[in-house]
């Protein structure tokens, strides 16, 4: 079977080629770079990689802007220069510092863009792992699928039920009319519903004594089954949600961060112009 290329192997690694070059020449410079002080913005050097990054900075945030609004160019090709370029911008942004931050406008600046680029760098993590991952989960079938194999099962216990003692039949009923499958954020996020009733049926008819007759054992057995089937694809309904929720959630933090971070960029130039 040929390799299939990831994003971060775009046109045989272009954008990575294209960033190694860049933090190649720019940790050249700094290193030969001779200062009468101690390396910072406001060296010539300071200021040409920070020009430069800001001008990296605005680019990368004009091609998701475009992206998003027009759909142009490859997927791949512009997550795979946001990565590559991404990780060059935070060379730049660094020598630019002279390692040096504050309490200031300009180190706002500096560490909103690593939060930026961290939010980046999990999106990239996730869209490579997770849709695999959704894709194990679910198999054949889809989300409304298993919503619609858990109705049925539901109709199928409801029926055993109503054969079996009040106490059984009413944490069966609970299963049933309380089921959930999304939730809160937290929730959502790991999938997992600790005081699920469906489960907490599962364990009461496991844990059923002996004083059943012959057709309530019958009916007791079928219905453990039945939620056994159901508790199973619970799970997998969940891990669904789960999974959305995380390919997408850390774009509502990315999102906000891009605005701040140019904010901040653009603070951080007015006041290095204003006091040149």
């Not at 858990?150 to 216990?157: M, N, P, S, T, V």
Request: hydrophobic letters at 50%; one cysteine or more.
């Amino acid at each position: 079977m040929p390799h299939r290329r990831t994003l971060l192997e775009y046109r045989d690694r272009r954008y990575l080629k294209a960033a190694s070059l860049l933090i190649a020449a720019a940790v050249l410079a700094y290193a030969l770079h001779r200062p009468p002080v101690a390396p910072y913005g406001g060296t010539w050097l300071g200021y040409a990689l920070g020009t430069l990054a800001a001008l990296l900075a605005l680019w990368q945030t004009w091609l998701g802007v475009r992206r998003r609004r027009d759909g142009s160019g490859s997927v791949q090709g512009w997550v795979s220069a946001h990565v590559y370029l991404g990780a060059a911008l935070v060379v730049l942004a660094t020598l630019h510092s002279g390692f040096q931050l504050g309490w200031n406008v300009h180190s706002l600046a500096y560490v909103l863009m690593l939060a930026l680029l961290a939010t980046g760098g999990y999106g990239v993590f996730a869209y490579l792992r997770i849709p695999r991952l959704m894709t194990d989960n679910l198999g054949e079938d889809s989300f409304e699928d298993l919503l619609l194999k858990i109705a049925d099962l539901d109709e199928r216990a409801r029926t055993h039920a109503l054969h079996l003692p009040d106490a059984v039949s009413a944490v069966v009923m609970k299963a049933i009319q309380q089921t959930a499958v999304g939730g809160g954020i937290a929730r959502l996020l790991s999938g997992r519903h600790p005081d699920c009733p469906t489960h907490e049926a599962v364990r009461r008819l496991h844990d059923q004594d002996d004083t059943l007759d012959a057709a309530q054992a019958d009916h007791h057995r079928e219905l453990y089954s039945i939620l056994l089937r159901k508790e199973s694809l619970l799970i997998r309904a969940r891990q669904d949600l789960a999974y959305r929720a995380r390919l997408g959630f850390w774009l509502y933090l990315h999102a906000p961060l891009a605005v701040a971070t140019l904010a901040a960029l653009a603070a951080h130039v007015f006041a290095a112009l204003y006091y040149l």
